[in-house]
């Protein structure tokens, strides 16, 4: 009876798991078949190739240089959007006149296509007539238009900025939904016992909202990792492949080259790395709530 109980669970998420992993696991295989195959630039398997597309990836500096900036890129706008989210997650958790306003302003951007949103990131940022430099040169901040995209490294610098301002509606939303669902009861005997704001969130809001920010720190790994709108709208991995990641890398390989064999090999890369980082992420938390469950344990037996 009870390994019936057990097993129900299982069996009753058995249809979705073997839907998702024909819709995952049948793109991945033929990505890896095209991975060593031989590949016309009209998409034409012309025959096996073996590991000679990953040894032509691996001797390209331009797959190291991309590689090097994909982790920066993922790396800063992931932190910067968690840094910047859970404040403002917090205050839109408050009570105040005002707040179904300011979370709708908050979500708006959200709403919007990526695409859309680099190509007016694009427009501001223009070094002639953009509105970026129109506003700074009004307020004599600056006395001469700068050319924000002209450069690999600003330009880089100002996609790592929009991408962080893009990602925090997203992020926001999950924390709110965390942030609401905090039991009441250790703030207010917090309170009594004349803890102060700061303390509240060190011992309390930060150690219950760890769930949450495990699952914002994942999908936004995933989703920051592969994004292509922000830097290809913007500068299209320019200038002089100075702002190009992995993505933009194989999208130029794949539709500007041809060489459909190569971007193929770069895609499953791609793809190993993010599925090593979450079975890795996800088992080093598992790991830390069994530890900290045992420490409990041990403390509550003393």
């Given at each position: ?20 992993v ?20 009209f ?16 001797a390209d500096?331009?797959?190291y ?9 993922t ?15 917090i ?54 238009p ?8 600003l330009?880089f610098?100002?996609?790592i900025l929009?991408?962080?301002?893009v ?8 924390f709110?939904g965390g ?18 704001p700061?303390e ?5 809001t ?12 994942v999908?936004?790994?995933?989703y920051?990792f592969?994004?292509?709108p ?15 990641i992995?993505?933009?890398y194989?999208?130029k ?6 060489q ?11 793809f ?12 080093l938390?598992?790991?830390?709530e069994?530890d900290?469950l045992a ?8």
């Open positions: 009876m009870k390994s019936t109980l057990r097993s129900t669970p299982l069996l009753m998420i058995l249809p979705s798991l073997l839907l998702a024909l819709i995952i696991g049948y793109p991945v295989l033929d990505l890896g078949w095209t991975s060593m195959q031989e590949v016309s630039r998409g034409k398997l012309m025959g096996f190739s073996g590991l000679k597309n990953f040894s032509e990836v691996f500096p331009l797959f240089a991309s590689l090097g900036r994909t982790v920066i890129w790396v800063v706008v992931v932190g910067g959007t968690l840094v910047i989210s859970l404040p403002v997650a205050m839109l958790n408050d009570d105040f006149y005002g707040r179904s306003v300011a979370r709708v302003i908050i979500m708006l951007p959200w709403a919007i296509s990526l695409t859309m949103t680099a190509v007016l990131w694009r427009w501001s940022l223009n070094g002639r007539a953009g509105l970026i430099n129109a506003t700074l040169m009004d307020l004599h901040i600056i006395s001469e700068v050319e924000w995209l002209a450069t690999a490294s330009a610098t100002v996609e929009v991408g962080i301002l990602s925090i509606p997203f992020t926001t939303t999950i709110l942030l609401s669902s905090l039991p009441q009861d250790s703030y207010e005997a917090a309170a009594v016992d004349g803890a102060r700061l509240m969130f060190r011992h309390i930060l150690p219950l909202m760890k769930p949450f920010i495990n699952i914002a720190i999908l936004n790994v995933i920051v592969n994004s292509l922000i830097i290809w709208v913007m500068t299209e991995g320019g200038p002089a492949n100075g702002t190009d992995l993505v933009t194989l999208y390989l794949a539709f500007r080259f041809g459909l064999g190569k971007a193929s090999a770069i895609s499953l890369i791609m190993g790395v993010l599925f090593v980082f979450t079975i890795a992420y996800v088992f938390v598992m790991r830390q069994s900290n420490e409990e344990q041990v403390i509550n037996d003393a």
